[in-house]
């Protein structure tokens, strides 16, 4: 397993990160089976792990939490906030009363008394920056929080959110996690070139694509996600844009072929050549799918392969926009003309 800086912060990560949300309801109810698959992950060398308190509602956090006894000191432990946590109006978002509660909530159920990483889980078009950051700075002075991130940020609010921390002598986000696969090249025009301008870490997640990319959705076998947290519209397998993933899904079957590799050590190989790139997310749901993605992190892809994917989707470009989820509330009809 490769390590990695995370940014500027000083630590070294896993160039592979475990992430959690497939554990719990949302994925594999079977805690202990849940628990397994952490150890394995730890076993092999991965010393990231991702989680978020919306995942299966807390559930995913306990898991990892359970998992993680004995072996916290040894692992940098991300989680993340924002996404509704109860029909309350108050109980979502960033403000202060926010993340001041919400926080101790995870720390719960995590079972511990600091977090590593602790991350925006989408920009908020109705909360000023220097709210959040302020909340955040607080929790950081407080010993509960080590670090700050963000996730899922465009390129601009990565900016705005720099801009503030040093205007304001607040603590500044040193990570950013966004979307980023094969078919999903979107953050190469901007997000990843202004992340690495200022020094941050990045930790992509669904490098696999939500499963486009682990060969299970072909022309001649179209399938189904298997847990209610995709996205159906994602799947609709009549829409141009998800016909246009399906070819270049077969024309990278047999480019992985050719090389030697499966399509999902093809797919992490990619996302982990990117210089901008510090950690991939990965979320196995099974023991199998995690045994099938460890081996991504020793692929090294030659300039040739590069170049063949290169003509099959071009740098910078998502084949279907709806995949890209960042930088929310940008191009809402009431930011554009129309």
Same mark, same amino acid.
């Given at each position: 397993?490769?390590?990695?800086? &995370? ?23 079977? +805690? ?6 952490? +150890? ?14 919306? =995942?299966?509602?807390? !559930? ?26 109860? #029909? #309350? ?20 159920? &995590? ?9 925006? +889980? ?10 959040? &950051?302020?909340?955040?700075? @607080?929790? !950081? ?10 996730? /899922? =940020? ?35 025009? @901007? ?13 992509? =997640? /669904? ?28 799947? #609709? ?10 070819? !270049? ?24 050549? +990117? ?22 992190? #020793? ?5 040739? !392969? ?15 926009? @709806? ?16």
């Amino acid at each position: 397993m490769e390590y990695r800086l &995370l940014g500027r912060t000083g630590l070294s990560v896993s160039s592979l990160c475990l992430g959690t949300m497939m554990f719990g309801p949302w994925g594999n109810d079977d +805690h202990e089976d849940s628990i397994r698959i952490i +150890h394995r992950a730890l076993d092999a060398g991965i010393n990231f792990v991702d989680t978020a308190d919306v =995942y299966s509602a807390g !559930v995913s956090e306990e898991i990892v939490g359970k998992a993680l006894q004995g072996r916290r000191d040894d692992i940098v432990l991300a989680t993340k906030f924002f996404m509704p946590m109860g #029909d #309350d109006p108050n109980q979502a978002g960033g403000s202060r009363k926010w993340i001041v509660r919400e926080v101790e909530n995870s720390l719960r159920r &995590l079972g511990t008394d600091y977090i590593d990483l602790y991350q925006v +889980h989408r920009p908020s078009a109705t909360t000023d920056v220097e709210e959040t &950051l302020g909340a955040l700075t @607080d929790l !950081v002075r407080q010993g509960k929080v080590r670090y700050i991130g963000s996730s /899922s =940020y465009s390129g601009s609010q990565i900016v705005e959110a720099q801009w503030a921390s040093r205007e304001r002598n607040l603590e500044r986000f040193v990570t950013e996690q966004p979307p980023y696969s094969i078919l999903v090249r979107g953050i190469e025009e @901007d997000v990843l070139p202004t992340a690495r301008r200022h020094g941050m870490g990045t930790l992509v =997640y /669904s490098p696999l694509s939500g499963g486009w990319l682990t060969g299970r959705w072909r022309k001649a076998a179209p399938g189904a996600p298997t847990s209610s947290a995709r996205p159906p519209a994602r799947f #609709d397998m009549s829409s141009p844009a998800n016909q246009r993933k399906l070819d !270049v899904v077969e024309e990278l079957a047999l480019l992985a072929e050719k090389e030697g590799l499966t399509m999902i050590e093809l797919a992490l190989g990619f996302v982990l050549n +990117h210089p901008g790139v510090t950690s991939a997310i990965i979320g196995p749901r099974t023991m199998e799918q995690l045994e099938s993605q460890l081996p991504g992190a #020793d692929v090294r892809l030659s300039a040739a !392969v590069l170049d063949r994917i290169d003509e099959l989707v071009a740098p910078g470009v998502t084949l279907n926009p @709806d995949d890209n989820s960042y930088g929310a509330n940008e191009l809402t009809p009431q930011a554009r003309r129309r």
